[in-house]
T-cell receptor, first 117, second 109 residues
């Protein structure tokens, strides 16, 4: 149990374009989803927390207009990086926690590697 | 500010030895504690959870929790080169879930 998927696993895009990353909980209902960013050899950095059906809560320093998060259902959250620039190149990881014994911890997706040229 | 601290390492141990990873946290009200393993270039995976004082064993892994001293540790027995990874300690504070910076473990063959 507790499987979280992410799509795509890797994306390369041109500067100025927008990229959407999907995060799905496959076998449980994710009441809360988290989005992280990780640069090489650095720690996980929490970007935002989203609860199903409500607006995401962003961490300090994360631009909400640049990183759009939607958590419209109990199994799907999306992160859209708008007008991506090379400095947005990073490893984006989602995690989820939810109902039915899955509320205590976070289960991570496999991550999406974004390269902006 | 709720904090979780770990020694960043690297911690190097020879193959077959016991690796000991430590973590301290700031809030006595914490109830849930977790260890994740993250291989280079991959996302974290949950390996242990512990909720009450004492030891919890799962295969070669033992998590230890001491709420009075506010620390949680992870012991890896018979360490293997495949255990080389970054180990993240995480604490569920109820409204917040906080990760430590991770300790990089290197098991030398």
């Amino acid at each position: 149990g507790a499987v979280v998927s992410q799509h795509p696993s890797r994306v390369i895009c041109k500067s100025g374009t927008s990229v959407k990353i999907e995060c799905r909980s496959l076998d449980f209902q994710a009441t809360t989803m988290f989005w992280y960013r990780q640069f090489p050899k650095q720690s996980l950095m929490l970007m935002a927390t989203s609860n199903e059906g409500s607006k995401a809560t962003y961490e300090q320093g994360v631009e909400k207009d640049k990183f759009l998060i939607n958590h419209a259902s109990l199994t799907l959250s999306t992160l859209t990086v708008t007008s991506a620039h090379p400095e947005d190149s990073s490893f984006y990881i989602c995690s989820a926690s939810g109902r039915g014994g899955y509320q205590e911890t976070q289960y991570f997706g496999p991550g999406t590697r974004l390269l902006v040229l | 500010q709720k904090e979780v601290e770990q020694n960043s390492g690297p911690l190097s141990v020879p193959e077959g030895a016991i690796a000991s990873l430590n973590c301290t946290y700031s809030d006595r009200g914490s109830q849930s504690f977790f260890w994740y393993r993250q291989y280079s270039g991959k996302s974290p995976e949950l390996i242990m959870s512990i909720y009450s004082n004492g030891d919890k064993e799962d295969g070669r892994f033992t998590a230890q929790l001491n709420k009075a001293s506010q620390y949680v540790s992870l012991l890896i027995r018979d360490s293997q080169p495949s255990d080389s990874a970054t180990y993240l300690c995480a604490v569920n504070y109820g409204q917040n879930f906080v990760f430590g910076p991770g300790t990089r473990l290197s098991v030398l063959p």
